[in-house]
């Protein structure tokens, strides 16, 4: 009887195996089982490959923060100085792959790692679990938010110094950079901890009393505009609506700090029976009070129709579409990129 036995056992033993092996790791079922939710948040996926498969680890963790895809974004220079700087920070190093990183925002990664990974041999599949020790990653959330707050301080005092000015109002508009990302690591922080988030948001400067004061700025600042050649005033009304984007007043009289100067030249030309209106705007920003050239820029082109009124308006609304455009966005790198001298 004895002897049966054992060869009973002899020919279940490699089944019993078998199953064992077959079987998946618990977090792959409940993984709250092997990480705890009082200390983890996880996230889990699978794939093909074994990158795949941390890759949407990563995504349905990180998804719990909102938008993971990265958008594309134009920061200022002097905001990209202060990161290069060490100034200010918005995510941390971690060891995650770089696809991950690549495909992901920066700021939806910070304490995560992939924990585990399992290759399940009959479904030729891979599986990935991503977690987040909440309490380690609170307290690198909150050293970021406040690092970052420190800079913020530090450009609002230098504003002050001159709130009348477009140095003052760059200041700010750096300030409100760094606030708006330091607002959505807040977010995040509040997600992981909600209490803890919001004791920290009563500490940092607010993104409402940044955007008071940059209103209050640019209430101060008056600009002269004078435009020659510029008979229907078309030109000039164009530009009052760029800078009153910015809250900035306009004003005819040269008493003003800022100004700018711009003369307008064109001239008819046909060729057959098109009529071409050549144009150039030749434009210069000045600092009054400190008697310099801020930047200057040339808008130029040439439009042609049938009639010479044709060729003109549309040369003017072209004219305009590149105040809008190109003026503007030269205007706007230069406010934002201001330091005080």
């Not at 709250?32 to 996880?42: A, Q, W």
């Not at 600009?223 to 007043?249: C, L, P």
Request: aromatic residues 10%; contains cysteine.
């Amino acid at each position: 009887m004895k002897r049966y036995i054992f060869i009973l056992l002899f020919i279940l033993t490699p089944i019993i195996i078998t199953a064992a092996q077959k079987k998946n790791p618990e977090w792959i079922t409940v993984p709250s089982i092997v990480y705890p939710t009082e200390v983890y948040l996880n996230g889990t996926g699978y794939g093909n490959t074994r990158d795949e498969a941390e890759l949407e680890a990563v995504k349905n963790l990180s998804s719990i923060f909102g938008q993971t895809v990265i958008a594309e974004n134009t920061v200022s220079k002097k905001m990209q100085n202060a990161i290069s700087d060490g100034e200010i920070s918005f995510s941390t190093t971690n060891n995650l792959e770089q696809n991950i990183k690549n495909q992901i925002e920066a700021k939806n990664l910070i304490g995560i790692e992939i924990a585990e990974y399992y290759y399940h041999q009959t479904e030729k599949k891979w599986y990935a679990i991503a977690i987040l020790n909440k309490a380690k990653t609170a307290d690198i959330y909150e050293g970021l938010i406040l690092k970052n707050d420190e800079t913020v301080r530090k450009a609002l005092k230098e504003a002050d110094k001159k709130l009348d000015s477009f140095y003052g109002y760059s200041e700010i508009c750096f300030a409100l950079e760094i606030a708006v990302e330091n607002d959505k690591l807040l977010k995040n922080l509040s997600v992981i901890n909600v209490d803890r988030g919001e004791q920290l948001s009563k500490k940092v400067v607010s993104l409402e009393s940044i955007k008071a004061l940059q209103k209050k700025s640019a209430e101060k600042i008056t600009i002269y505009i004078d435009i020659k050649n510029d008979a229907d005033k078309k030109i000039k009304s164009a530009f009052q609506s760029v800078f009153s984007k910015y809250g900035f007043k306009t004003s005819s009289s040269k008493k003003e700090r800022y100004g700018l100067e711009g003369k307008y030249t064109s001239e008819i030309t046909n060729k057959g029976k098109v009529n071409y209106c050549i144009y150039t705007l030749n434009l210069e920003f000045h600092d009054f009070s400190e008697n310099e050239s801020l930047f200057a820029i040339n808008l130029d082109g040439r439009e042609g129709a049938p009639s010479v009124n044709n060729a003109i308006n549309r040369s003017y609304r072209v004219l305009e579409k590149n105040i809008y455009s190109e003026f503007s966005e030269k205007f706007d790198s230069f406010i934002n990129n201001l330091t005080f001298k």
